[in-house]
């Protein structure tokens, strides 16, 4: 008696499953950064001069976005001091499974301004009006962020490994 049999190995394509997850996590970090730009900057950060709110626009180009401003309520326009205190960008590195987004400044009232009151008044003096304030200070824009940002993450469903099986006869 004779008994013949097929066997199939399953193996998993690896290289195409790296691949797919490369373009799905450049894909998510862009969206994660977006969110986070709105939670923070957008919906908390008030234009008085521009500097606070350009320190985030390399940050925003390199996500796709512009940071918009609002009316400029100084004297001064400081656009270009914001975008020089200002840093940020994508950092993909597929090899090391490690996809984030960074940003940073050097604008010491941005930086006061996240952790303290503003003094308020209408004299010559005094840097801010009731009025002018989105959000008033201290402005907490990072735990805003990390909220957005955990939320976000919490919805995250990576690439399916079962969609990279692949089914090989053995003889």
Known sequence: MKWKTNFTAITLDLPAYKAELDRHMKDWVTQAAQGWL???????IPTWSKASRATFQALAREVGMSIPYGPLRSHTDREGLGLAAGDGGLDTKPQSF????????????LTYNEYNKAVFGDGPHAPFSRSGLIHPTPYHFQEAGAKEFGEFARH????????????????
Do not use: C, D, G, M
Request: hydrophobic share 40%; no cysteine; glycine share 0%.
């Open 98 to 109: 490690r996809w984030h987004f960074w940003y940073e400044s050097s604008l010491r009232y």
């Open 156 to 171: 995250t469903r990576l690439p399916n490994p079962f969609n990279f099986l692949k089914l090989t006869k053995v003889k």
């Open 38 to 44: 709105h939670a923070t900057v957008i919906s908390i």
